[in-house]
Structure formats: structure tokens, C-alpha cells
């Protein structure tokens, strides 16, 4: 089958049907525990590219895109991207931690059992995924699982890492 010139055109992100803010949105600063017993501020990773992913170990959904955004973090981590999955249970660590260590996930783990977060965010489901840029800005929002080891997803967070890298 030949290949239409035109599909070529289309823009990073468009496929994975992003919701993008109409006008730039500086990302909302927040702390949370980590489930490695430290914190996780959105201050502290300035300069990178972070995907923000709000998720529950109750939410058949979430638990499906997880595998998907362990092999994203992987492949672009050493390039300046954050996965963080900020959980939405109420039990907090009793649950998410048996779960996120038998499913051998190994990007950052936050917890949000009061879904503060969530809430300063706007989100009214999960799974929600928001991407911030190196500048902080609120790039993307994904309501709903995605494929984010799929070319579209790589092609996307490829054009977002080269953008502003320090120099160097």
C-alpha cells in the first residue's frame, strides 16, 4: 500500500487526541508524598518534560495504560522525562504499594488521598495524564487511557523533549 504524503503532516499528538489549553497555562505547583517515603514537588523538575498521570488502583482503565507508560518512562527517562503516577486512592500506600511493586513499575509514585491535586488540576476522572513542558507550561491533557508506547506517543514527546534543552 503507498503511503499518503499527507499523513506525514499531521502534527505530534494529534492522533493521541490531547486536549490542548487555548491559551499557555503555567502547570500548578504541587507536593505530594511519594511512595518511596520522599516528596514529589513539581518545582524540583524544572527543565524536564513531566507526565503527569492521575490514577487508582480501583480503575480498570488506569491499570491498563501503566505497562504502556513504564515503557515510555524507560525509553525517554535518560532524555528528560518524568513519568509520575499519582495515585487517587484514599488508602494510600496500604494498597498502592503491593500493587505498583508486584506490577514491578519504576517511575515515581505519588499519592494524593485526598485527590488535592485532582482537584487543583480539574480532574474529574481517571485516568487524566496532564503534560508539562521544560518551561512548566501545561502543554496537554489526556482524559482516558492511551497508547503511550505507540509511534504517535514517541513522535510526540520526541518533538517535546528537543524543545528548549539546555545547551550544552
Known sequence: SSALPAAAA???????????????????EFKVAALDGGRLRLADLKGKVVFLN???TWCPPCKEEMPAMERLW???KDQGLVVIALSMDSAGTKVVKPYIEQSKYTYPVGLDPKMEVAQLYGARSVP?????DRSGALRAIALGPRDWDGKAAFAYFEALLKEGKPRG
Open 54 to 56: 492521575l490514577w487508582a
Open 128 to 132: 487524566s495524564t496532564f503534560i508539562i
Open 10 to 28: 499531521v502534527e505530534p499528538g494529534h492522533e493521541l487526541d490531547l486536549i490542548k489549553p487555548n491559551r499557555p497555562l503555567q502547570a500548578k
Open 74 to 76: 524507560q525509553r525517554y
